[in-house]
């Protein structure tokens, strides 16, 4: 599990280290608001993220697995307009937004149950997609 963990994420670290060294991500086209939305939800995602931290190094583990289902995991698919968008991704870069939602939805429930170590242990689920999806994808 914890071998499995640490081989995903240098697998991660190599494919970010290579889209630094040459640009290899695929371009992908949509409208200009829809652009902007998608940028929109992106700055959310970060701030969200943020959030989850400063909210677990308080102890607040109910404030945290409420901003991660809120703004990241299942409920918040239709607030960011996710099944809209889907739409303009590639089927690829759809799954990882899926896997996005899942994994927040998963560390919401996690944190929940008032175990912060377990609550840390899963949050890198959501964070990998966020870096496996800007890793392989652009819009501009
Ligand atoms: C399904 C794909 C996908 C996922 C998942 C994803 N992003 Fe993004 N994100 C993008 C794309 C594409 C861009 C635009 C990159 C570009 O065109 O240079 C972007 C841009 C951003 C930006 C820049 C916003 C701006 O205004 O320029 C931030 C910040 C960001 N993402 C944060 C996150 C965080 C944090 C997560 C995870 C919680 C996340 N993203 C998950 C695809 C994704």
């Known amino acids: 599990m914890k071998i499995a963990k640490i081989m995903v ?7 970010v280290v290579g889209s630094v060294e040459a640009d290899n991500r695929e371009m992908v086209q949509m409208p200009e608001m829809m652009q902007e939305h998608m940028l929109g939800n992106m700055r959310d995602h970060v701030l969200a993220i943020h959030e989850i931290l400063a909210a677990l190094s308080g102890d607040e583990m109910d404030e945290a697995s409420a901003i991660a289902e809120e703004r ?53 689920q959501i964070t990998a997609a966020c870096v496996a999806c800007h890793a392989g994808y652009r819009i501009r």
Do not use: C, V
């Not at 994420?9 to 494919?15: F, K, N, V």
């Open 9 to 15: 994420s240098a697998l991660i670290a190599l494919t």
């Open 72 to 124: 990241l995991g299942m409920s918040s698919m239709r607030l960011h307009g996710a099944g809209h968008m889907a739409k303009f991704m590639p089927k690829q870069m759809g799954a990882i937004g899926t896997s996005m939602h899942r994994a927040a939805s998963w560390f919401a429930r996690t944190a929940e149950e008032g175990d912060r170590l377990a609550a840390y242990d899963s949050l890198n």
